[in-house]
């Protein structure tokens, strides 16, 4: 046991000397530490965290690496600072060590739909240039070519900035062009600027790919990424909350959910086998449905782009094309139906709001917090059309509400004998039963896929005066 | 002055009192013990369970009593159920096999009978549970966690528990006995018993995490169950698709009477009939239905069960102000669990449909099987069969239940086809599974080693 963490030592040790005889002489790497570890700050902020199956929420206080990337004061961090269910508060961005630390307000901006990172504004009125790293956007990385990153050590070591030597250790293409490090590096490494054996800042340390990059598909999560400059560098020049706000509204949807063509499903149907993909099933109400396609359909062209998909990942690439091709123009698309080929045309509108863009509503009277049932969320829960309502995400603990068992998730269909089948036919409902304050509220609620009631039995203020 | 000398005088006639009793009681857990115990029977059955997408047989452990000379025992049906052999140790420590009379899994229970020629088994005496107060010593006789012929005392903590309709505790039919006598794992299907020595429960359930929170079915309710059990091997019940609350659910006003129709299956004779949620159920055929609180529900739940099936019944509901006659035919009620099968050369368990199953998947009739488990590296793994998945067709034939997809699997085993095609439903959405039969498993499914399904996830699609 001691036998091998000495062993470790000591293979540390040389590939550590090693690292700084090749590619970072100790000149080079002490020269990277003194030039960037100025624009490495600390952010420290609470944290807001919903738990989505009981609606429960926690707080909790962190700190994370932030890099200013602009001498006004711009931060990129990691992108778990912002989640569906944490909603960072209270953030505080700590520059400069020891004697020289100044502490700012910070201002989390609009995250990226695109890149896993998060950016924060320093608030401050005084025209101080901040130190910042500046990264070149041109620079590309090679496999086995080796990096310095400049990070924090913990809380314990008061958040000294240390260097880091690492490699890449590998290059993936799909679904973007990803760099891999050969291995893990500490929390407080996340975001940290990476810096090539020329002494220049090529990206930060990343984790995960973002939704829009697919990484909700192939969760290539738990091994550390950098994120090169090309990614974030448009962020620096106009940072997220000050471009024109880009929403996945205005993404093009045709309505269905697809499979790839495999060259054993082209054998199943007599088909040759080029690929392409399976339309598996079709939304209800989507363009796909109301232009007329099928269940089994195999799309081979969408727009006089040729479709060839014969793996799950190469479906991305037809995700994109749909999401990418404009909205309320015809568009042919070339199917084989049984066999023969089709042309069909279709005319794609605005994907539908989706959960995370989903409006909130907070009752103030019985401690309800509902939402709008979005599209994404009726084919998760496999609702049928004909229950129309509204999703509880929150009961405030010990409110009417809560009294009355109503729990998270459930749907609500009836509130108080108003019917509710949206957001707007809830908020009327409450406000009327608030001035009506009848001694008893029935709500009519689908729990899975059953019906039921709760009753609250609220006591109004006017009735506590009496 | 004078108020303390009472308090004294009654201090001192309860501890004498005390102190009798403790004697007296003593001598009566005695006997009571003695009225059961030889009457008590250890069970080992062997049970199948399916898991992970394969049938597998575990032996596992549980309680039981004799009610008749020749040999019919009392159990759970948790502990009975989907059994290929089942020992029983009877109180001489004789090993003698029991075949399954039948089982009844909405209340539990289920009946064996030992396979003997003897006419002179020791019996147990049914009580009545209807006269049970809370407070009355108890006794529970079994083999908690396999330790036979164990006894342990209590009291009756509540007469009339109600434990819900849904969930792991599901019983529509029957409250529950709950009792502070330990019940442990094993003392399941075991007697619970009266000072007098008779037999007022069958030990079922415990609650996890809790101290001495024990629950026992009422002999009342079990009486009927297991008398249809010996004559029918089965316990018929009556449905009609709806399930009810109690009336608090909607109002405190004790002049309410009815019950609330709170769901409404939407392939049931209660949706033909257009009952809807939030119906108020007044009578079925002129009895009254009131259950205002969670306790009076099961008796409702019965009155249904009890109506004969395929005879109209009416129902009188109110509705808002107006008051209405409906009729209703109601069907039998089909069993909480649909058989379960392994399909050996595609590495995967299915089940037949259950209106629940048929509600969660929301398919628009009861067509299909329901997927239970798929084998890691088994074909149907590879192709991506997920437990959950209701399969609707194969090769283009729709799959009407669970004989139907047996006989279309045995042909296409036979025809040795390379690739057969599976329309799957999958929550909202609908896939197309292909199982290729002659791939890298080759009819044998010895488990893959865990590094050849890492592979094979890995290779997917190509």
Redesign the interface.
Known sequence: MGNKILRAAIMMLVGWYASAEDAFPPSLAREVYDRVSPAICVLSYSSEITNPASGEVTKRATNALGVIVSSDGLVMTHGHMLLENARPFSIRVKVGQGELEKEYDGQILRKPEDLNVCFVRIVTSESVGFPYVRFDAEARLEVGEEVLLVGLLGDNFDFSRSLLARRIGSILEKPRRTYCLDQPVPFGYVTSPVINAHGVAVGVVGYDLSPAEGGELYIRSGHPLVYQSGLFAHYLETPPSEQEAKSPQEEAWLGV?T??L?D??A??WGLPKNGGV?V??IVPGSPAEKSGFQ??DIVTEFNGIPIHA???QEVLDFTRVIRETGVGKDVIVKVLRAGQPLEMTTNLVLRPKSARDAVEFEDQVFGLTVREITTDV???????EDVQGVIVRRVKSGSWASIANIRPGVIIM?FGDYPVTNLEEFKQAVTKVAEQKPK?V?V?CRA????????M?PVWPADALK | MRRSMWASVLATLCLAGCVTTGSARESAVIRAKNKVLPALVHIRPVKEVFTGGRREEILVVGSGFIISPDGYVVTNEHVAGETRLVRCVLYNKEEVEAEVVGTDPYTDIAVLKLKTDRNDLPTVKLGNSSKLEAGQVVLALGSPHGLARSVSEGIVSVTDRYLGDGGDMASPYNTWIQTDAAINPGNSGGPLVNLKGEVIGINARRLGGAENVGFAIPIDSAREVIDDIIQEKRVIRSWIGASFQEMLRKTEDPQKKGVIIADVDPLSPAAEAELLPGDVMLSINGVPTNARFVEDLPPVNQLIADLPVGQEATVRIARGKEELDIKVTPTERSAVKGEEVEFKEWGFTASELTPAIVRIAQLPAKKGVFVSGAQVGGPAGEARLQAGDIVLKVDDQDIGDLAAFRQIYQQLVASKKRLVMMDVKRGALTRYVLIKQNGENKGELAPAPEGAAVREEQNDGK
């Open positions: 959910f499979q790839p495999t054993d499903h054998e199943y399976i598996s099933t269940r089994g014969k793996q799950n009726r084919i998760l829960l496999n609702l049928p009836n008893e029935t009519f899975g896929s059953v019906t039921l009631f709760f009753r039995e």
